[in-house]
């Protein structure tokens, strides 16, 4: 399926960016991770997709490779993020391929809505084994190749003839700091992935290497959407109420922040996570009373009683 360029990447990244360097994702036929993984290729890189079903990532691969010709872009399919084994032979053959690894998505995730009363343990487990264990497995799999990449691409602060290369990223959710029914399992397996990030930030950096977190929040056409809330349209603009933005995001949007963090532009950017979710989760805690709607209540001009200036500025 061929996609326009202007669905996956602005218009503001220098082409070459990433010549030479080489992307090793899990989950990379993802709804999200392939538009990263595209977004990546299309900026001069070469990219290993990892995933469960054969046909489904290979298919990606030969998808994600036609977005620039010459490119290299391998699917390897058949690898569960829960086998160390699997994932670091799968690490090793991308290595080998493409001659090492520069950047790293731990993208593959698993999700469904159910609440602590539908939930065995072994659906609880099998939640975190494939989140949090394996963005843990991908990690340990390619930070040897992450540490020689940050050793010829020094992170100095300054532009380095060969670019940037030693960079890590986790893709999580705000599930756990705004407090989510359904999403137990979930919101316990992104919180271990946030801290993976941050441990590593601290011990890889020492060597060069960044590790930091995408955390996207509703993304318009994504199988997260599609999976984890109602798509009627009155659900959908009741829930769009609740964006500060107002509007679901783009996957663009996640692949530009993702060009952002692995080039030279987010060089000093380490231990962090970018919330991608047009403000979404800051409204957690916005009232639910009919006399102070967000944001109906704000746009709509009245000011609120008892304020001692009493003044409201039009703005
Ligand atoms: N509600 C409650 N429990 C569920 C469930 C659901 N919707 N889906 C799976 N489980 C439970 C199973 O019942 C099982 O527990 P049990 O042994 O007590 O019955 C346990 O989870 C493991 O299920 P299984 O289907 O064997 O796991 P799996 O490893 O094959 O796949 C997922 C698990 C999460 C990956 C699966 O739901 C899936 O394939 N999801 C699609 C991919 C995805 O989630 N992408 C993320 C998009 S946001």
Partial sequence: MSVPREKYLSSVWADGIF????????????TICSMQVRAFVALGGN?????RNVEKTEKGAED????????????IGGVDVREPKALQSAADRCAKELGGVDFA???????????????????FKTVMDIDALGSYNTAKAVLPYLVESAQKHKNTGSAQPTGT?????FISATFHYKGQPLQAH?????????QISHSIAIEYGPYGVTSNIIT?????????????????????????????????????????????LFSEAGSYVNGNTLVVDGGQWRTAGASESAAWQYPDFLMSGAAVEGVKSGRRSKL
């Fill in 19 to 30: 010549t030479n360097k080489v992307l090793f994702c899990t989950g990379g036929a993802g």
């Fill in 186 to 194: 979930v919101a316990a397996a992104k919180a271990a992935v946030d």
């Fill in 64 to 75: 994600i490779a036609t977005v620039r010709p010459g490119s290299k872009v391998i699917g």
């Fill in 105 to 123: 998505i731990a993208g593959a995730a698993g999700n469904f809505l159910a609440p602590i009363s539908q939930l065995s343990a072994n659906a």
């Fill in 216 to 260: 996207p929040g509703p993304i318009a056409n994504t199988e997260g959407v599609e999976r984890l809330s109602k798509t009627d349209p009155e659900s959908m603009k009741a829930s769009m109420k609740r964006i500060p933005l107002g509007r679901y995001g783009e996957v663009k949007e996640i692949a530009d922040a993702t060009v952002y």
């Fill in 47 to 51: 990219a290993c997709i990892i995933g």
């Fill in 165 to 169: 290369g030693g960079r890590l990223m």
